[in-house]
Structures are given as C-alpha cells and as structure tokens.
C-alpha cells in the first residue's frame, strides 16, 4: 500500500460518523476515565511512545503513527514506513496534524 491509498483510505474513514466509530470500538464504559480516550479520531496522526528498554541512547523516543482503532484498553496504530500494526498504551495524538 503506497502513501497515496492510504491517505484515500483514510479519508473515506474520516467522512463516516467517527465518533459512532470511536465509542462502538472501545473497550472503555462511557463513564469510565477519560471521555477523550474513547472518542479520538480514526486515522489521526499519533506517536506511540519506544520503551527505554527496547532504545538505545540515540534513537527515536517515539514513532510516528496513524490511529485505526482499539483494543483491550489499548491503542491500535499503523506504522506506514514499516507497514505494521502497533498496540500500544503510551500514546500521543495530533490530530490537526497531517502526514
């Protein structure tokens, strides 16, 4: 999949009602925690936080992602450079941000 689908894909995804998207996926009670975590928006840009245990001393602290969804309490990312998908709980999100 090159850049140019997935930003399509994307696109089509951002134009359906996410907030529907977002509350039916999540493993959070809507009265549980933060009401921000279950209504991200799908496809936004993310950095997933690298444990200090799996990095070195001069390498990335985070990697750049984009949101699909949720699970178990955690975040489903997509990784576009290495084309894989990521589960991670320490995670920022950028949504006015583009790729």
């Known amino acids: 999949m090159n850049l140019d689908n997935l ?3 994307i696109n089509k995804f951002k134009q359906l009602d996410t907030h529907t998207i977002a509350v039916r996926s999540s493993s ?3 009265g549980f925690g933060d009401i921000k975590a279950s209504c991200s928006t799908f496809g936004s840009i993310t950095y997933a936080h690298i444990p200090k245990a799996t ?3 001069l390498d990335d602290k985070a990697v750049k992602t984009i949101f699909i969804g949720y699970k178990h309490g955690e975040y489903k990312l997509y990784n576009p450079m290495t084309k894989k998908v ?11 941000e583009e790729w």
Do not use: Q
């Open 28 to 30: 959070f009670p809507l």
């Open 7 to 9: 930003k399509e894909w």
């Open 55 to 57: 990095r070195s001393k």
């Open 86 to 96: 990521i589960v991670s709980r320490d995670v920022t999100f950028a949504e006015d």
